[in-house]
């Protein structure tokens, strides 16, 4: 009898120490947790009626995203704190933004930016250390983009 209990102890510890782990990974990645994060570059394409690339214009090393697991005045629908940090010639400049992450997707708004990065993004990378978010429609990188009309890329990856 204190086999059975013995193994089914050590068995349910085991498991336990595999699910914190799980839950340690996944943290690390970009949309389920706190980090800081480089975007490498951010594409911004327009198209056509059908479907052909009429502008397209590319932007490397846009900036840092840095999230933090703190909540904000909008904590009640899910939404966390981040900080989009721009470094230009005059120096390196903080613009707080809010963001939530739904499973599939992450939603930035409030960004107030020399780049707008605000808008719903659907993950085509989801790595570790590397993730690329894509947004079609409307953004605010140019008045020009409706629905269904243009893309915007921002691909990060984790910063050292």
């Known amino acids: 009898?204190?086999?059975?209990?013995?193994?089914?102890?050590?068995?349910?510890?085991?498991?336990?120490?595999f699910s914190c782990n799980k839950e340690d990974h996944n943290s690390k990645k970009l949309c389920r947790g706190e980090g800081r994060w480089t975007v490498d570059f951010a594409t911004n394409e327009i198209y056509d009626s059908t479907g052909k690339v009429i502008w397209d214009t590319t932007v490397n090393n846009v900036g840092e995203l840095v999230l933090f697991r703190t909540g904000s005045l909008e904590a009640l629908y899910g939404y966390r704190q981040a900080v989009f940090l721009v470094t230009d010639t005059a120096g390196t400049h903080a613009y707080p933004l809010e963001y939530v992450f739904d499973g599939k997707r992450i939603t930035l708004k409030y960004c107030i930016a020399p780049y707008d990065i605000n808008g719903t993004y659907s993950s085509a990378i989801d790595k570790k250390n590397e993730q690329q978010w894509e947004i079609y429609g409307s953004n605010g990188n140019t008045s020009a983009v409706t629905s269904l009309t243009g893309k915007f890329i921002m691909h990060l990856t984790r910063s050292k």
């Open 1 to 17: 009898m204190k086999k059975i209990i013995s193994g089914v102890t050590v068995l349910v510890l085991a498991i336990l120490f």
